[in-house]
């Protein structure tokens, strides 16, 4: 098992909360971290029709044969068992009872806010990282962890990565957006996501978008919800803090798993990777998960944004630590030069307080000379 960084974290959360929710994509470890975290927890899979029969038939009765400590594993399934165990959780006056996962944050989130707020921490778990492959030995090209990912699965011996993409956004179409919303043409959904990760990166414009699908621009504002809902996509929004007016409205949109983006899109091998257009957009996509798989993993808010002003002045990402902005610039060259960081200092120059510039690229970490570091993405950058 690839130890994953947020153990720690998780491991505190327990010790100060009486529940602790741990929510994120299918597939990117939950169940196997908390039963390695937790040995001593029971372990409750509400996926099980069984399981979920009885706990829907019985709530106090299911909290009575699965007594805590108790993991209780994607809780949206049966959101009314939180108001139970908030019954059992305001008698024990303990921390430490129970550990609910879950892969939709909308059932999750109303569920916590009626029953759980201030009784429960919250923890949102990534595909594996970069930072957490390397410890465990696993190095690969650039154009190998664009086209074959992140997903735990694929580092257990499971099937090969297109394999893999295709069984889980086949899964995820058919089942998750059923459950997650009316979507009256499935088909109409997955030509959007198709035409989404071409835009990978890119404001989006929904009602481009809407003309491309044939649907209505409220109804791509939808959609995009639902994948954001469902941790299929992560929204990077715009900056405009110390500006004084937002500077552009659009979002920003990347896949929170980049070889899910670089499968919608047909590329199927490093050497595809290699030469084709998006290939920029898609490094951009992986180093911005990187920096969010790096907050969460530390159980921080990711304060993640991009600039772009009237000018076409652009930084990719901005961190936000309590107004002390930090740019960064990333490029998928696997060469630095020293033009790279143009956009920063530009940005530098009206932005106020900023610290530590960086440009995050492909290629190995060089010494600052000019105050702006060139950084290897494979490297603790964040």
Known sequence: MIERDIEPALRRLWKQYPVVTLTGPRQSGKTTLVRSAFPEADYVNLEAPDILDEAVSDPRGFLRRHPAPAVFDEVQRFPDLLRYIQAEVDERHRNGLYLLTGSHQP?????????????????????????????????????????????PRLYDGQPDHAQLYRDYFRTYVERDVRRLADVRSLGAFETFVRLLAGRVGQEVNASDLAGAVGVSAPTVRSWISILEAS?????LRPYFGNFGKRLVKAPKVYFTEPGLAAWLLGIRTPEQMATHPLLGNLFENMVVMEAVKARCNANLDPDLYFFRAPNQLEVDLLFDNAGTIRPVEIKAAQTFHADMGSKLRKFMSIAGKTERPAVVYAGRSIPSETGISALSFEDDWV
């Open 107 to 151: 059932a999750l989130q109303s569920a916590i806010s009626e029953s759980l707020a201030g009784r429960t921490g919250i923890a949102d778990l990534y595909p594996l990282s970069v930072r957490e492959l390397k410890r465990a030995g696993i190095r690969k090209t650039r154009d190998e962890w664009l086209v074959e990912g992140f997903m």
């Open 231 to 235: 941790f299929v996509v992560y929204v």
